[in-house]
């Protein structure tokens, strides 16, 4: 038996009239004759009494109604309760981060959280500034390092690892192995133009001024972008600092060589939110999805 010919049949008892059960249900009176007529013929019995003037239940729909009105009361607030939770994590999630991030970080939860809630949007802006996330209305921020700010929640997503690179044609030319020392080479840097090199010191715990991506004073370029720095290198162009999940592609099929293992980095990501009143449903979601991914 279909629940909401149930739920139709228990309103007519209950208003004694198919006109009130209508409107209380939102449907019309003769849609409301039709589930009940539908009802009765598979059940096999007569239900309503129907006269000029009123609906009265027979004795066979009278025992149906007091065996099924309880549980179908149960069941509508259950049914209202999912319907509110879905409610409430229909939407938008709005995230920002860089696009390196973006690629080797954010995708795979992204992935995952679409799946996992099919009713929620995501917005995604890739870039280098720190956006103001009360400010410009962004549920969240993926960064690099935790932010030095009361007035926002860090999470930590793991590290990612950042590692020095070239191509097998730049180091030829040279006449460097990938053992030997990099002092003196062309190198290729990459770093937001709002972090120091004093601040990039500190994300990876170092106090050694020399670290290829503490901007060394001989830097042959300096962008703000990975993905330029490493379609450089590519080119023959230098040395290049790179996440190592950016680069491994390009090692994989041999345009990139991984130098000088032990200049390895491991930067911290968190996941950023604005501080104060509780996340709503759906932002919440997302914060779970991310920490349960973290890399």
Avoid at 11 to 36: C, K, M, N, Y
Avoid at 124 to 147: H, M, N, S, Y
Avoid at 245 to 261: K, T
Wanted: proline residues 5%; positive net charge.
């Amino acid at each position: 038996m279909n629940f909401e010919h149930l739920r139709l049949f228990c309103a007519v008892v209950e208003h004694r009239s198919f006109a009130s059960a209508a409107r209380s249900l939102s449907v019309t009176r003769s849609h409301a004759s039709q589930v009940i007529a539908a009802l009765e013929a598979e059940l096999g019995m007569r239900l309503l009494q129907r006269t000029t003037r009123r609906v009265a239940p027979t004795r066979e729909g009278l025992s149906l109604y007091e065996r099924v009105a309880g549980p179908l009361k149960v069941l509508g607030a259950a049914r209202a309760e999912v319907e509110r939770e879905r409610s409430e994590l229909a939407g938008e999630v709005s995230i920002t981060t860089t696009s390196e991030l973006a690629e080797g970080v954010l995708a795979p939860i992204a992935a995952a959280f679409i799946a996992a809630h099919p009713h929620v949007r995501l917005r995604v802006l890739q870039t280098w500034r720190v956006v103001d996330l009360v400010e410009e209305r962004f549920d969240f921020a993926i960064r690099v390092g935790k932010p030095q700010d009361d007035a926002l929640v860090a999470r930590p997503l793991g590290h990612f690892e950042l590692g020095v690179y070239a191509a097998p044609g730049y180091l030829e030319r040279r006449g460097v192995a990938a053992g030997d020392d990099l002092s003196g080479l062309d190198w290729i840097v990459a770093r937001p133009a709002n972090i120091t090199p004093t601040r990039m010191r500190s994300l990876v715990g170092s106090s050694d001024p020399s670290l290829p991506n503490v901007a060394p004073r001989d830097a042959r370029i300096e962008a703000d972008s990975f993905a330029f720095a490493r379609a450089v290198a590519c080119a023959n162009g230098g040395v290049a600092t790179l996440p190592t999940f950016a680069a491994a592609e390009d090692v994989r099929v041999g345009r990139l060589v991984r130098l000088a293992a032990q200049r390895a980095m491991r930067m911290p990501i968190y996941l950023v939110y604005a501080a104060g009143p509780k996340l709503p449903a759906r932002a919440a979601a997302f914060r779970d999805v991310a920490l349960a991914a973290r890399v």
